[in-house]
């Protein structure tokens, strides 16, 4: 009896094939979101309950206000996301805010771990790598506070994992979604360009798949994608007016009004050593002792992937390290972020490499329950032992690291080399007491690390709006002609941040609360003519 065609194709070995390639993405889709959920346990258990220093609290207003601008500073589509989020009805609005960031990096963590089974690596090697970059240290810190980068690095994670598949698949769909993912990403951060040459790369390196009509679906995703963020950058136009070459300098380079583009591709030979070793400790704090099997990873990746994939992760890592490597701001640290993505993919690489070792020497009983144990309590517990004796260690020698500012408060020592920041409130104590410390229509000048949550509770929850906030202290001339008439305070006493010297000869410098008054020196009573004759 003859049988239906649908059961004898059903039969025929490219049927199996598809039939278990679409298990297998089933299998890898649901431990993806099993990965994602557990790191947004995770950084949820771990997360900032309120406003934060410095930049976290200059995002959470953005985001409170839905404040759009297409600066380099403002991402656009960061903003959106967050805006979001501070529609739940959880914590105060800036805790709200904080969550976005942790959305985002658990969307990270499951993309991660679908790039790593996209070169091939076992789901053991991907789900190892992926937890050892969750509690990674830059990472983590960032998962956990109001700051733009988990959501730079899950469109990242999406652009390479839609590129990989339109790699091995060919398939138009994933062309698509590449350049679709990428205008989403640059609308995030612009750190997105720096991919730019890997993507380049592999469409030269599969160019025999690449028509017209190919062509033109990628270019029109990629328009697509950011046309919201073009909408921005007309209305940021039609608001400066200036020259077209003025608003590309805002898009591309401009912070906070600040132009960084003269710290961008600073190369050095006088601090080169400093800065590889800066790289080196950097990476180091991230990977522990997984930053071997990275090393192991990438040797193995050279020697056994096919060269356009070696290549092209390669490139990944080698743009964003070159371009942090060369960038003369006070946390650069934060910009080596996206080269720790291909980092975690020769990871999982390195563990698959080693055990292919071990069973070439005969040592390997599989990936038995004891090694797979072994193995990732020494890529995350090690880490997190080492990020939490470091401020202790820090405090002891009495040392900070010469391009982190030290923040106020009980808890100064952790906030920057401990990620956690759970029941952390240093920001909010600090903000209220200065604010309310303050004489009635004060002039109060602080650095923006300082400033920034000051205005966030001034702006959102009304707190001594009568106090004018101002960033100092490059222009203390003018800050100081600005409050004639007026009380004046310093937030800190710092000398390496306020010019206390230029102060004094002019001032008193007086612990007022948290703050410190500027009260003028009385001028000395001249002598009358003829006195003492």
């Not at 205008?183 to 360009?193: I, P």
């Not at 009635?440 to 300082?450: E, Q, R, V």
Request: hydrophobic share 55%; glycine share 8%; proline share 5%.
């Amino acid at each position: 009896m003859l049988q239906p065609a649908s059961s004898t194709l059903s039969r025929s070995p490219a049927a199996w094939l598809d039939r278990r390639l679409a298990q297998a993405a089933a299998v890898d889709h649901a431990v993806a979101a099993a990965v994602g959920g557990a790191g947004l346990l995770l950084y949820i258990l771990t997360l900032a309950p309120t406003v934060i220093w410095g930049d976290d609290a200059t995002l959470q207003l953005a985001a409170v206000q839905g404040r759009l601008q297409a600066s380099a500073g403002s991402h656009p589509a960061w903003v959106l996301l967050a805006h979001l989020f501070t529609k739940l009805p959880v914590g105060d609005l800036a805790y709200r805010v904080n969550l976005a960031s942790a959305f985002a990096a658990a969307l990270t963590l499951a993309l991660l771990y679908l790039v790593c089974r996209s070169v091939d690596a076992s789901r053991f090697a991907s789900l190892a790598a992926t937890a050892a970059f969750a509690v990674s240290h830059t990472f983590w810190a960032h998962a956990v506070r109001a700051e733009v980068y988990t959501l730079t690095l899950a469109t990242l994670a999406l652009v390479i994992w839609a590129a990989l598949q339109w790699r091995r698949r060919g398939q138009r769909r994933f062309l698509v979604l590449t350049a679709a993912s990428w205008g989403l990403a640059f609308s995030t951060h612009v750190l997105a360009l720096l991919c730019l040459p890997a993507l380049g790369w592999l469409l030269l390196a599969r160019r025999e798949r690449l028509r017209g009509r190919d062509w033109a679906l990628l270019i029109g995703s990629a328009l697509l994608a950011l046309a919201p963020y073009g909408l921005v950058l007309w209305a940021d136009q039609r608001r400066m007016g200036g020259s077209l070459l003025a608003l590309a300098r805002w898009a591309l380079f401009t912070f906070d009004g600040y132009d960084f583009s003269g710290q961008m591709a600073a190369f050095s030979r006088a601090t080169f050593f400093a800065d590889a070793a800066q790289w080196a400790g950097f990476l180091g704090y991230q990977f522990g002792p997984g930053l071997l099997l990275a090393g192991l990873g990438l040797a193995y990746a050279w020697r056994r992937w096919p060269r356009d994939l070696a290549i092209f992760v390669g490139l990944l890592y080698a743009l964003p390290a070159l371009f942090a490597f060369s960038y003369r701001v006070g946390d650069r640290y934060v910009f080596y972020l996206p080269s720790y993505l291909p980092v975690a993919v020769w990871l999982a690489a390195g563990i698959d490499g080693w055990q292919q070792r071990r069973a070439r020497a005969g040592q390997a009983s599989g990936y038995g329950y004891g090694w797979r144990l072994a193995l990732l309590a020494l890529l995350t517990l090690a880490p997190v032992g080492v990020y939490r004796l470091a401020p202790e260690l820090v405090s002891r020698l009495d040392t900070q690291r010469q391009d982190v500012r030290y923040v106020p408060g009980p808890n100064s020592r952790y906030f920057v080399l401990w990620p956690p920041k759970t029941n952390y409130y240093d920001a909010r104590a600090f903000a209220e007491s200065a604010l309310n410390d303050a004489p009635p229509d004060a002039l109060l000048l602080a650095d923006p690390m300082l400033a920034s949550p000051m205005l966030f509770l001034q702006q959102v929850e009304r707190v001594r709006p009568d106090v004018r906030v101002r960033f100092c202290c490059w222009d203390i001339e003018q800050a100081l002609a600005a409050g004639a008439g007026r009380p004046i305070a310093l937030a800190d006493n710092a000398a390496s941040v306020y010019p206390i010297d230029r102060l004094q000869q002019e001032y008193d410098i007086a612990p007022h609360g948290v703050i410190y008054l500027l009260t003028p020196v009385q001028q000395q009573a001249l002598p009358r003519p003829g006195a003492g004759k």
